[in-house]
């Protein structure tokens, strides 16, 4: 006779339903959309590189 490898009172990790076991999390807000906060980093390096521009420039 072979031993069994999960006791008889667990549930073998082939069986069961793993479903509800993962429940989807709720929605971060902006922290979710990093492009938000790229596209906000994006503009304030491209009006400092534009307020140099202006300066070498003349402007």
Request: aromatic letters at 16%; hydrophobic letters at 45%.
């Amino acid at each position: 006779m072979s031993v069994p490898f999960v006791p008889p009172e667990e549930t073998p990790p082939v069986e069961g339903c793993t479903s509800s076991a993962h429940p989807e999390r709720p929605d971060g807000g902006a922290w979710e959309h990093p492009m938000v906060w790229v596209s906000l980093i994006v503009f304030g390096a491209v009006l400092g590189a534009s307020f140099f521009l202006f300066r070498i420039f003349g402007f």
